[in-house]
């Protein structure tokens, strides 16, 4: 299928592409290549690279003019370019150009066909500039909880009923969220009047479980868009392994703070180190997990971020935190 007859989304790979750049097959000599350069730089986007396809139109390598002008004219192109070039998918999502090209330093990238690795064209370096600009604005306003037109939101000319609008949603679920973590709390409000010391440590329970959550998080959104293919089981176990060497670090520390900073009993003493395991192990797998759950159908994993993480870390830790020391304290 010819580039023209394909379409892709406004926020794919496919939609940035140019075809302005110089493809040779792997017959042609480095001296036909230069000469062709000079003939059409002028009409070229793309002059950092030659790229080499073979009688298909895939991509069989890729040559820098870098080397190509160091190279001797009567070398043929095919015994010396790089064979299995970093390319992307043409239906990929932008945001894993601006990871591909910061990770392999790479000035423009191919875009292929992913059955036939057929080069439709090139997002050139300027091109990557825009995306990279677009993902890194998109990604501050989601951190907000703020799901709109970027553009919109950051003119000054956008009406305040449309920002209220774009800004209400994520703090009413954060406030449906803070309701019931609130009615959590109620509901342990005898075993807080009998030992007042638990209610203390509350915000540094929050707080770390939140903490070890965006940790995580942040790292498997960076794995998806640099190796979407890895293992989940290998990544989830070595996750899980890593979340429980911190729970049981803090929980050790937070069990010494009680001990000599609250002379606390053993009980609350147990039940703080029990919970704080319990919650930094759990986050560290809800947050991974729910991350690569959405990206399996098709949802940017930065949606969890913002007021709904915190809203799932801070219910969930309060519940274990509660519920682990009613258990620990009954017999007190």
């Not at 070229?44 to 160091?70: C, F, P, Q």
């Not at 999502?93 to 057929?118: F, G, M, S």
């Not at 002379?263 to 991350?291: D, E, H």
Request: proline share 3%; no cysteine; charged share 20%.
């Amino acid at each position: 299928m010819s580039t023209s007859a394909r379409i892709a989304r406004l926020d794919t790979a496919g939609a940035r592409i140019t075809t302005r750049f110089l493809s040779v097959t792997g017959e042609k000599t480095v001296g036909e290549i230069k000469n062709l350069m000079f003939d059409e730089a002028k009409k070229l986007d793309v002059t950092d690279y030659v790229y080499v396809v073979d009688g298909n139109g895939a991509l069989a390598g890729v040559y820098s003019l870098k080397e190509l002008v160091r190279t001797r004219n009567e070398v043929p192109i095919g015994s010396v370019m790089k064979r299995n070039p970093v390319t992307i998918d043409y239906h990929a999502d932008q945001e894993r150009i601006v990871y591909l090209v910061l990770k392999h330093k790479l000035k423009a990238i191919p875009v292929v066909d992913r059955e036939t690795r057929r080069l439709e064209g090139i997002v050139p370096y300027d091109a990557i500039i825009s995306i990279f600009n677009h993902e890194f604005r998109e990604d501050i306003l989601r951190s907000g909880g703020i799901h709109h037109g970027i553009k919109e939101i950051e003119e000054m000319a956008t009406p305040a009923s449309r920002l209220f609008r774009a800004r209400i949603p994520s703090l009413a679920i954060g406030l449906a969220g803070g309701l019931l973590a609130a009615s959590i709390v109620t509901g342990f409000e005898g075993i807080l009047s009998s030992h007042l010391t638990l209610a203390a440590f509350i915000p540094l329970m929050v707080y770390l479980s939140d903490a070890v959550g965006t940790q995580s998080q942040t790292l498997v959104v960076r794995m998806i868009a640099l190796e979407p293919g890895f293992s989940v089981s290998r990544y989830l176990f070595r996750e899980m392994r890593v979340g429980g060497a911190i729970g049981i670090t803090f929980a050790l520390l937070l069990m010494v703070a009680a001990t000599l900073g609250w002379n606390a009993p053993i009980q609350i003493i147990l039940a703080l180190g029990t919970a704080m395991f319990a919650s930094i192990v759990f986050q560290s797998f809800i947050a991974t997990y729910l991350s690569i759950l959405l990206n399996k159908f098709n949802v940017d994993p930065a949606v969890t971020s913002g007021p709904l993480t915190t809203i799932i870390s801070d219910v969930s830790t309060l519940a274990m935190y509660f519920t682990t020391a009613s258990l620990l304290l009954q017999s007190i």
